[in-house]
């Protein structure tokens, strides 16, 4: 556990996100502390609310429904920011957000789906290749779709198409790699820039309290050697590219719906409820891909296989009333260069972007000890905070599963450590 200071610098902008700290300094972007940490080859220690998380009793589940939690958490945003934009990348979690505020008539002044619409002009969605290097399908058959249906829906919001293709070929010579955090590829910053969005600029200019809302992440639970359950915090899964314009203004914030030490307690349930799910036995595949420290898989590429596999299986779980079945590739293995951005690669290869992109991340990577770099070099180390919710006997009971005789699922991932 990191010895928490008292007090931050003043100058520690955007905290509520994390923090890092290497050498006595504070840092709230990744690169920034791994490039400290390279001078030295110290160690980097990262926080992410752990002075509210520590004191959270994980172990017991609230009478508080899911679904109940998600509408406390519009309401509570919504009464901290003056304009609410919600992101819409078209899965479960961002329309999960979009409806715990819309269908509890909470307001939202801005949905954004953003995509690299003038650099698809050649493309054609497929809804067979689930694979992550067909992910820019999703904007085609389920982002769209998605924002079209809150249109209908609620025609008061206002829908904004953010297309960051020319953002993206705007890019400036490391420039780009350095606001990248934890996912370093062509579409990392261009995505959640909103610089061409002079509107929201002008919010901004005027002092407008401005919430930019993620749906990250869906909670990763994890067996341990000792046959019991936790759930896992990552700081590569929380680490979202900030900040969204080229001034980083004061009084604009990238709000993590789910993560959050607002509402710890909402955290808790999706863990329990998860736990409890897991083990009925029509859920028997998605158990089969959830971490598990005792069997670790063979590769870091399988180990993400595994986890895309297992996000994808829980959905039905963890946001009950507006699960919907839409078209998904499967997450990257890579965390740098990743496959999603296979349109990108095949279409855009020939260009001065391209050869910038590939020279600026060799340069960089070949610069950085493997200390700070997982087995294959294809992403930075994780952090990790782990919080204990109970043993997995008691959550086999609980599940109404008690004639479940399956084995705990042969997979795991290699990064977390043993216990």
Known sequence: MMNIPTTLPANLSHSHLGYYRVNGKFYTEKIDAILEANTTLTDIEWNFHDEVYSKVDWSKEPETSL????KMRAQQIRDQYEYVIVMCSGGGDSRNVIYSFLRN????????????????????????????????SETMLAQLPLIQEVHNEYPDVKITLNDYFDTLTEYKTDEWL????DW????????????????????????????IVYGIDKPTLRFTKQDTIQLAIADRTINVQRPAFDIDYPNVDNVLFYFTPDLPLMQVKQAHVLAKWLFRPENAVALSYTLNAKNPPASYEQNRYRNSQYERAII????????????????????????????????????????????????????????????????????????????????????????????????????????
């Open 105 to 136: 008539g909470i307001q939202v002044d801005e949905v954004i789906a953003s995509a690299p619409m003038g650099g698809l002009k050649q493309y054609d969605a497929n809804n067979v290749d689930n694979s992550a290097e067909n992910t820019m």
């Open 178 to 181: 350095f606001r990248s955090g």
């Open 67 to 70: 679904d109940e939690f998600y």
């Open 316 to 419: 039905p779980c963890i946001y009950p009333t507006t699960n919907k079945n839409v078209f998904q590739g499967h997450k990257p293995t890579r965390m740098f260069l990743g496959e999603h951005d296979g349109w990108f690669y095949q279409m855009h290869s020939a260009t001065r972007t391209y050869e910038m992109i590939e020279s600026d991340f060799r340069n960089f990577v070949a610069a950085i000890h493997d200390k700070y770099l997982i087995e294959n070099r294809s992403g930075f180390i994780p952090f990790i905070q782990l919080y204990n919710i109970g043993k997995i006997e008691n959550f086999k009971r609980s599940s109404s599963a008690d004639d479940y005789s399956g084995t705990l699922p042969e997979t795991s991932s290699f990064i977390l450590p043993d216990l």
């Open 184 to 211: 370093i590829h062509p579409s990392s910053v261009a995505r959640y820039n909103l610089e061409k969005l002079t509107h929201i600029r002008a919010l901004a200019d005027a002092g407008k309290k401005i919430a």
